[in-house]
């Protein structure tokens, strides 16, 4: 009897250690919340640079047959994680650029994500910048405005998270006396956006923009390009060589300057990753091409799988190479 209350003793405390254990190896941050897994996939998902280059090279080359009022216009965007303490949850500041010139800026907004728990979803709501802030200062919520009736209801469909705004009260700026509709499809490389102005009055759209596809912007890698131009060449050196470094390129269209001291020609030095739908196979490739600035053709082009961290090319008078920045 004696033993059997040891036994029974030792297997209770055995017991208590392995439940202490075990609850010892809990995953970092959990909850009950079902949505936490895809709020941390949205914000990762959403941070960093996107541009539509490769929407708007597929929708100019012929056999694409996209007329060229219903083709898109190039704009780059900057996403830039805000401290979770700005709002209260995950937040990025959001800079959008025509053509990719940070001197052209088209807008500027903040996007906040909160879960819908106990439902299912995620909540993406807009804040404007109040009058006079400028996105360079260090950001408070009491330097942002909410724009009502614009929030989007995300929710997780196969692989990505979509959804639209609700009802008919968005008043985005410059919708006027109009609507503002909004689809979002958000998934790890790439994000759709559909906007369109919708009459109160009507319920119709406004405008052709119902006609334009969805804006597709794909997730940039970094990479830090640097060139050697040379009067002579590689094998001669001299005082007059031309020297230059691009930190922090993308890879969706970036276009770098250079001078040659051979002839003082310009020239484009350009990263360009490519989706080509029109091979069955290697459609998809990473591009780097030097072409004088106004010809219709390149000087030199090299290509490599996509997924390559490394692109060079020497032409003698030229030495140019393109690294990807690891994080």
């Given at each position: ?102 001197a ?35 950001l ?13 209801i ?10 639209s ?25 790439v ?108 000087v ?13 090319l020497?032409?003698?008078?030229a ?9």
């Amino acid at each position: 009897r004696v033993m059997s209350r040891i036994g029974k003793m030792m297997a209770l405390a055995f017991g208590a250690m392995c439940s202490a254990a075990f609850a010892g190896t809990a995953p970092d941050g959990l909850t009950n919340d079902r949505n936490a897994r895809y709020m941390t996939y949205a914000a990762e998902w959403l941070e960093g640079e996107f541009d539509n280059d490769l929407q708007v090279w597929f929708e100019a080359d012929p056999r694409s047959q996209t007329p060229v009022d219903v083709r898109h216009q190039r704009i780059h965007t900057v996403h830039s994680r805000l401290p979770d303490a700005v709002l209260g949850t995950p937040a990025l500041l959001v800079r959008e650029y025509q053509d990719d010139d940070r001197a052209r800026l088209l807008g500027e907004h903040v996007v906040n994500l909160r879960s819908l728990a106990p439902k299912d979803g995620i909540r993406l709501t807009y804040y404007r910048l109040r009058g006079g802030v400028r996105a360079s200062e260090e950001l408070t919520s009491s330097m942002l405005e909410e724009v009502p009736g614009c929030d989007v209801i995300l929710q997780l469909r196969g692989g990505q998270l979509e959804g639209s705004t609700q009802g008919s009260a968005c008043a985005w700026d410059g919708a006027g006396g109009n609507s503002m509709h909004e689809t979002l499809w958000l998934g790890p490389e790439v994000y759709w956006r559909h906007r369109t102005q919708v009459s109160r009055r009507t319920g119709q759209p406004v405008s052709r923009t119902e006609a334009l596809p969805p804006t597709a912007f794909y997730k940039a890698r970094k990479f830090d390009c640097s060139a050697h131009l040379f009067a002579d060449s590689y094998l001669s050196p001299s005082p007059a060589d031309k020297v230059y470094a691009f930190p922090n390129r993308h890879d969706l269209g970036d276009q770098m300057v250079l001078e040659s001291p051979r002839d003082g020609k310009r020239y484009h030095l350009q990263l360009r990753r490519q989706r080509y739908p029109y091979y069955r196979t290697g459609g998809e490739f990473l591009l780097l091409r030097l072409r004088e600035v106004g010809a219709p053709s390149s000087v030199a082009i090299v290509t490599s799988d996509s997924s390559n961290d490394n692109l060079s090319l020497n032409l003698g008078w030229a030495m140019i190479a393109c690294n990807a920045v690891k994080p």
